[in-house]
């Protein structure tokens, strides 16, 4: 239902932006989130948007550099990643929220899209 595209190699210094695509049914009275995992680590939160697109959250290693958006005529939540850094390198997925907020704790997610491998060369 949910389906994340955009990842690839990049230079460090580099930008990409990640789509995630709904499917199926939409999620519009949802939060929306995206979250990413390095080898040998947990998954971690990465950035969340409320319902209205409105409120925004972001976990401190990626503030001021990354945004996330989303457009609701193509069901679709955006994440740009602009000044990528090594340590960014990491599978990226996105996920919709059991609540409308925009909720950075991994337990208000259920719906998983598959990841998009993300890898930022020095």
């Known amino acids: 239902q949910l389906q994340a595209s955009g990842g690839g190699l990049v230079q460090a210094g580099g930008s990409l932006r990640l789509s995630c695509a709904a499917s199926?049914?939409?999620?519009?009275?949802?939060?929306m989130g995206w979250f990413r995992q390095a080898p040998g680590k947990e998954r971690e939160f990465v950035a969340a948007?409320?319902?209205?697109?409105?409120?925004?959250s972001y976990a401190d290693s990626v503030k001021g550099r990354f945004t996330i958006s989303r457009d609701y005529s193509k069901n679709t939540v955006y994440l740009q990643m602009n000044s990528l850094r090594p340590e960014d390198t990491a599978v990226y997925y996105c996920?919709?929220?059991?609540?409308?907020?925009?909720?950075?704790?991994?337990?208000?997610?259920?719906?998983w899209g598959q990841g998009t491998q993300v890898t930022v060369s020095s």
């Open positions: 948007i409320n319902w209205k697109g409105r409120d925004t």
């Open positions: 199926g049914r939409t999620f519009s009275n949802n939060g």
């Open positions: 996920a919709a929220a059991i609540t409308a907020s925009a909720a950075s704790a991994i337990m208000y997610y259920r719906n």
